[in-house]
């Protein structure tokens, strides 16, 4: 699984993890989307945008509250942003994470200044290239994965938490289990292949899990970081990483730019050789770290929380005094150079005749039949036709073609099934009618339009389904004006506001089936005559044999009694 994922089951087709996706990293398969690792820069704006909630985070929490039950030292690298999260409970989260069980924890912005150092020196370079700082992992993957061209602009160093994380396991032991807690669901995926970082977590996963241990802020002491400056803990504000540079008289100019949309326009910019001799400190989110992807979902404003990070900050001047860094001597032997590799997969580009043909299949056969609508996510409808043929998207994502296609075979149903259908608004006016129904009561479309539906049929049938919520089905019934004989449903769609009028006219199959009566019935009377008629002859024929049968016996008995004379006389 990547670190950001959607739920399969819940995944409803609306597209807006889609629409938000800066990169277009979401292929969308048998209408489930899922994430594109290879091109997907975990910026977190799916996974907010899914109205389903829908998103899976890979939590390491698990892998964490393991490293805390063994026998090995656990030390927490938390990044300054977590004051703006936590507000005036801020002091007490150094003892919250103890009592979790981690043996130490530090600020992860304690090992930024080889990192500024750098910075400074690319901000001083003598020559007009334009170079990116590489604080924000989301940016830096915008650019490998997006923009390899310009690689070369991005500055060779390590994140902060990187460094920190070389830095405590130069300090405790290569052995020290590292954790970094931070505002960034980016941070999980640069830590994976870094051996300084053992684990990652977000604010939001730090914040569920002290609740669900029960563990009250308020009853907790106060426990402070000391030793870092005013101008560090501010660090997670838009400007501030590189605000000591920008006031020097430096080489290059200094641009601060944050949110994603306007750090595309930057690198596109830079692509295009309009940007010069400038240093530009880049964040993904907007209001940067305090407006990072894994901060809680609490409804507290970024203005909200640069105002906790600044009142905290100042409380804390105030309390003590800034201390001395005494980090520098574990920094000074950590390495912040790094080489960024391009990650880039380039699309498949396919022919125009490739993208015609895509485009015809989502009825778009002509300039005007691209509405560049973008509710399937694309910018374009021939965006949206690449990503068909890179198996990215899917034809029915089209929201226009598919609604009017199932416009088209609504219509299509509606005109030609056998059925009379009228349908008609709560006040029973008619608003349309299929051609079945202008036919039965011969009138033209436009003329019936708008017309009461009593005008044609009996209203009291109408008003009954309506105020009593009961509908008619398959009723059998004659409308003398038309001397026609109908089976009727009349249905109140409630939802709509609206009344149903389904009928076939049966009048044919009446007379006919009336027909077929009378010829049966005429054919039993025939029936019954033939009987009667052979009943009669019957009787006739029985009559005539016991007339010849009687004179028969007479014959024959007077034949007997001359023969018995006969026999005696002699």
Known sequence: MWFVNFSKTNCKNCYACVRVCPVNAIRVKD????????????CGRCSKACPQNTKGIRSEKSIVKHFLKSKEKVVASIAPSFISTFGENSSKIPNALKTLGFDYVEETISAVDPIIKEYNIYANKDEENTYITSFCPSVNNLIQKHYPEIINNL?????????????????????????????????????????????????????????????????????????????????????????????????????????????IQILESIKRGKFKNTLLEMSCCRHSCIGGSGMPEDGISCY???QNLSKYANNLLIKNKEGINDENNYLSKICVHK??????????IPSEEEVEEILNTMGKYKKSDELNCGSCGYKTCREKAVAVYNNMAEINMCMPFMREKSENITNIIFDTT????????????????????????????????????????????????????????????????????????????????????????????????????????????????????????????????????AETKVTLTQLKNLIQEEEENI
């Open 31 to 42: 209408e489930k989307a899922r994430i594109i690792k290879e091109r997907c820069i975990v």
């Open 155 to 263: 500055i060779p160093v390590v994140s902060p938490f990187i460094c920190h994380g070389n830095m405590l396991k130069e300090k405790y032991g290569e052995d020290v289990k590292v954790v970094f807690i931070g505002p960034c669901l980016a941070k999980k995926v640069e830590a994976y292949d870094n051996e300084s970082i053992d684990a990652v977590l977000t604010f939001e996963e730090l914040e569920k899990w002290i609740k669900s241990e029960n563990i009250n802020l308020k009853e907790l002491e106060e426990s402070a970081f000391n030793n870092i400056s005013l101008h560090k803990r501010l660090f997670p504000i838009v400007g501030q990483p590189i605000k000591d540079i920008s006031n020097q008289d430096t080489k290059k100019n200094i641009i601060s730019v944050d949110g994603i949309e306007e750090c």
């Open 304 to 306: 909200e929380r640069k």
């Open 339 to 348: 080489e960024f590799q391009s990650l880039n997969i380039p699309l498949r």
């Open 418 to 549: 056998p059925n009379m259908i009228v349908i008609t608004n709560k006040d029973l006016d008619i608003i349309q009618l299929n051609h079945a129904a202008r036919k039965f009561f011969n009138m033209e479309r436009e003329v019936v339009k708008g017309l009461p539906i009593v005008m044609f049929l009996e209203e009291e049938k109408f008003y009954n389904v309506k105020n009593n919520n009961k509908n008619i089905y398959k009723e059998k019934v004659t409308i003398k004006q038309y001397d026609s004989t109908i089976i009727q449903s009349i249905i109140w769609v409630e939802q709509s506001q609206l009344m149903i009028w389904i009928a076939d006219d049966i009048t044919r199959n009446e007379y006919i089936e009336k027909k077929l009566q009378n010829m049966k019935i005429d054919a039993i009377n025939m029936a019954q005559k033939v009987i009667n008629k052979q009943m009669t002859v019957a009787q006739e024929i029985a009559s005539l044999l016991g007339e010849t049968t």
